[in-house]
């Protein structure tokens, strides 16, 4: 879809009448009954700001709600607004969104924000087109925004409401495909063309977190059982439809650890990555097909400016992002020599182990972080360039700074 365009005027020539005004009328009053009943008590429905309802959405992308509330109530006191967030380091931002992942969407949040400070008064726009011009606002957010915040009445259609309308009407066609989503867009416009598009919006994005759920929907205690289609016939568990999920793929990497006088080397990755952009990481490498473990090492060293070899391996890691499955092997590096240095990198720099608290990293660099204050704990920690320890299995940290 276009920028700046809204699905639903992608479906202004479709026809069909996918319910009548009466079918309309009922959902409407059931949702507006249910949610003021049931709605979801959460820190960003405190208040209509048009910041706060742009942060918790985007925040929520891919995120959980349970996960996400504790983020954004520490974000909004260190970003209480547009012109704050403006004003802040992309770092400060980056490590404030640590843990949350995709880090892009931090990144985007403050190039947004340094815009509308520079040419709107630090205001978010009340036009869905508008707002889908700022950096990582799309048709969702836009309609949540200009909804919520601003009464508008536009849609707002995520994974949850678009579930809810399918099985309203049965539609058992992929919804993220046209002509179904322009049919959604659709019926989600009707639904909140006549008013209180805020509510009915929240309503139906709760009804399908809380109720109208991807397994197990609790059809019996729905507010809208009556008017729904797909339960009438008994489909239900068919919409949506099971995805065809993509084949995991096996990733295998290696982070090595480098110490000179008490710190540890990190690195800055480049600002160009697809991947953990700008964040600090321990010297990592992927190791690719028919390469040793040794030869990974060896290119995350060099890309730090180092020549080392694969020492004792400290702990192994597994995690899962998209659809890779990765086993990261952490060693100590031996025989470390030459001047850190960003070769491939944007940056380098030897901190203690208290110090990387101050660094964004992600996720499986932070849990390794969190292990090194046991080490630098550990009998047989000396001064001097050469310094080993016990634990570290006589790791040579021999690198100049
Ligand atoms: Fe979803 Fe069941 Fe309600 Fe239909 S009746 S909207 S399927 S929870």
């Known amino acids: 879809m276009a920028r700046g365009r809204h699905p639903e005027a992608s479906c202004a020539a479709d026809t069909s009448e996918p319910a009548g005004r009466d079918w309309v009328q009922r959902v409407r009053r059931a949702l507006l009954n249910w949610y003021r009943r049931c709605g979801r008590d959460l820190p960003w429905r405190q208040s209509r700001d048009p910041y706060s309802v742009w942060v918790s959405e985007v925040m929520l992308q891919q995120t959980q709600v349970k996960t996400m509330i504790p983020y954004f109530e520490r974000w909004m006191q260190r970003f209480p607004n547009v012109r704050a967030l403006a004003a802040a380091s992309e770092h400060d931002v980056v490590?404030?969104?640590?843990?949350?992942?995709?880090?892009?969407?931090?990144?985007?949040?403050?190039?947004?924000?340094?815009r509308l400070a520079r040419e709107h008064p630090a205001e978010l726009p009340r036009d869905v087109a508008e707002l889908q011009r700022l950096p990582g606002i799309g048709a969702y957010t836009a309609g949540a925004i200009a909804s919520i915040a601003h009464g508008r009445p536009v849609p707002a259609v995520d994974g949850n409401v678009s579930r809810v309308l399918c099985r309203l009407q049965a539609w058992t066609d992929d919804p993220t495909r046209a002509p179904t989503k322009g049919q959604v867009w659709k019926l989600a416009g009707r639904l909140v063309g006549r008013g209180r598009a805020a509510e009915i919006n929240q309503s139906l994005m709760d009804l399908g977190a809380i109720v109208c759920t991807p397994r197990g929907p609790s059809c019996s205690s729905c507010p809208v059982r009556r008017d729904c289609r797909a339960a009438g016939l008994g489909v239900v568990g068919d919409i949506p439809r099971p995805a065809t999920r993509p084949a995991y793929a096996r990733r295998h990497e290696v982070a090595g650890l480098v110490r000179r006088r008490g710190r540890w080397l990190v690195v800055q990755r480049p600002l160009d990555e697809q991947r953990w952009a700008g964040l600090w990481v321990f010297p990592h490498a992927e190791v690719r097909a028919h390469e040793g473990t040794g030869a990974a090492l060896r290119r995350a060293?060099?890309?730090?400016?180092?020549?080392?070899?694969?020492?004792?391996?400290?702990?192994?890691?597994?995690?899962?992002?998209?659809?890779?499955?990765?086993?990261?092997?952490?060693?100590?590096?031996?025989?470390?020599?030459?001047?850190?240095?960003?070769?491939?990198?944007?940056?380098?720099?030897?901190?203690?182990?208290?110090?990387?608290?101050?660094?964004?990293?992600?996720?499986a660099h932070r849990r390794i972080a969190s292990r090194l204050p046991g080490l630098d704990a550990s009998p047989g920690e000396t001064a001097g360039r050469t310094g080993c320890t016990k634990s570290l299995g006589k790791a040579c940290c021999a690198a100049r700074g």
Do not use: I, N
């Open 95 to 114: 490590l404030a969104w640590e843990g949350l992942g995709y880090y892009s969407r931090a990144r985007a949040l403050r190039q947004a924000a340094r």
């Open 301 to 363: 060293l060099g890309a730090a400016g180092l020549t080392g070899r694969l020492g004792p391996e400290l702990m192994r890691l597994g995690y899962q992002v998209t659809r890779f499955r990765t086993t990261l092997e952490v060693h100590v590096c031996t025989g470390c020599s030459g001047r850190a240095t960003p070769v491939k990198a944007t940056a380098v720099a030897w901190k203690r182990s208290e110090e990387l608290e101050q660094l964004a990293m992600p996720a």
